[in-house]
């Protein structure tokens, strides 16, 4: 059998070399750093090393659980916000890619496409300034046309940043997220609606009963490999795009950040790696559960 692989590899060795340099990419990037989960288990000691530093077992796990009130509260805004990014996210991808896929004048669809696109190449260091020149109290646009006094960055407007941060995170990722569904629909057989055409269904109908359960499959996958990432935000957007106010931490706090404000204050990377390990297994526990569920009742949409 080792024989047979070895006769095989160097059969394919042309396709060995070409997969070669990916393949160190995803070892040094992807796994190499994975060694560094030991920390978890670990009181870090800058002197003696990521090996030497005494091992405290499961103290730091239980650090990051005995901070009830900080625990709960990131934990809760973390699922909350993956929840609706996700929901509004996918719904307005698919209805982008859809809004183009049926513009008549194809080359206006392109152009469209590549302004929807250019969002999600602004780095949150710079989207951290749109945003507060439009939420700045004495300067900011909303309350210089409208007239009002909000305090966006104050405890006062709290409850504002749920719906801030989402309108942020939907202006930045749609038009990179709608591509991957136009490419669905580019591949859509232009048969199946000449058909429906023939038998007097209207767009809409056509949208409906074709166009929609050609991507249910790919959506599917989308949705799958987003479970994977339930315990993980985009820290840009959070620590950024928030400033990492402090009155803001009930609605802005996110396990993400937390990590990052716990590195930069305390130094302590054992917290900081019981946390991120419990992002990891968390988020591998419930993709296994959801491919298991979509197997059961539609084992063609599976990852695997």
């Known amino acids: 059998m080792q024989k047979g692989f070895f006769a095989n590899v160097w059969k394919h060795r ?23 989960l030991v920390l978890a288990f670990k009181k870090y000691d800058y002197a003696a090393g990521l090996f030497a530093s005494p091992w405290v077992g499961l103290d730091n796990f239980k650090f990051l659980v005995a901070s009830k009130g900080e625990f ?23 209805a982008v890619a859809i809004a183009i896929d049926q513009l008549a004048f194809k080359r206006m669809a392109k152009t469209m496409q590549t302004l929807m696109i250019i969002p999600v190449f602004i780095s949150y260091a710079a989207v951290q300034f749109i945003v507060f020149a439009f939420l700045d109290r004495n300067t900011g646009m909303i309350n210089n046309v409208f007239g009002t006094n909000y305090r966006f960055y104050a405890k006062a407007g ?15 990722d749609t038009g990179y997220g709608s591509v991957l569904y136009m490419s669905v629909l580019s591949g859509i057989d232009t048969s199946l609606y000449e058909a429906a055409d023939i038998d007097g269904a209207n767009k809409f109908q056509q949208i409906r009963h074709i166009t929609i ?70 988020g591998l526990l419930l993709m296994l559960f959801a491919n298991w569920m979509v197997r059961k009742i539609e084992p063609e949409n599976a990852l695997f």
Not at 14 to 31: E, G, K, Q, T
Not at 233 to 245: A, C, E, K, M, P
């Open 14 to 36: 042309a396709h060995v070399v070409m997969a070669l340099p990916a393949f160190l990419v995803l070892f040094f990037i992807m796994y190499v750093p994975m060694v560094g």
């Open 72 to 94: 709960f509260t990131m934990t809760k805004n973390t699922l909350l916000y993956y929840f609706i990014f996700t929901a509004v996210g996918t719904v307005l991808n698919v």
């Open 158 to 172: 709290l409850n504002y940043w749920p719906l801030i941060l989402t309108v942020v995170k939907v202006w930045k």
């Open 213 to 282: 359960p050609s991507l249910i499959p790919m959506v599917t996958v989308m949705l799958l490999l987003s479970v994977g990432n339930v315990m993980h935000s985009d820290t840009g957007l959070f620590y950024q795009v928030t400033r990492n106010i402090g009155q803001l931490y009930d609605k802005t706090e996110v396990i993400d950040s937390y990590v990052l404000n716990s590195i930069l204050n305390s130094g302590n990377f054992g917290y900081t790696a019981a946390a991120s390990l419990f992002q990891s297994v968390v």
